[in-house]
Nanobody, 125 residues
């Protein structure tokens, strides 16, 4: 059974930090790029960051550049999203997702095959 399980969300004050984790199982983790998305109430799900499997390139949404860092530890089948200097507008449910590595730099939701259930991040002002 394919599973992506996010953890690490919570309530934090503006300016604080959180590290999200995404534990993968049930598929060959090495063959997939991993992305993070988020969805705020009343808004569409948007891409936050992705880590290409083919060339190791990382991509970030403009709104999080310089504050968020994506990384993966293949030996642990885990991807992380380090989020620093959090802002109230970062409040959302955060999802990790996996896309086949044949898609060089997956940025669209429809390029991802597998999704986690999400973890809530709330940033207070």
């Amino acid at each position: 059974e394919v599973q992506l399980v996010e953890s690490g969300g919570g309530l934090v004050q503006a300016g604080g930090s959180l590290r999200l984790s995404c534990q993968a199982s049930g598929f060959t983790f090495d063959d997939y790029a991993i992305g993070w998305f988020r969805q705020a109430p009343g808004k569409e799900r948007e891409g936050v960051s992705c880590l290409s499997r083919s060339d190791g390139i990382t991509l970030y949404a403009d709104s999080v550049k310089g504050r968020f860092t994506i990384s993966r530890v293949n030996a642990k089948n885990t991807v992380y999203l380090q989020m620093n200097n959090l802002k109230p507008e970062d409040t959302a449910v955060y999802y990790c997702a996996a896309a086949p590595s044949t898609i060089g730099r997956p940025i669209r939701r429809d390029e991802y095959d597998y999704w986690g259930q999400g973890t809530q991040v709330t940033v207070s002002s």
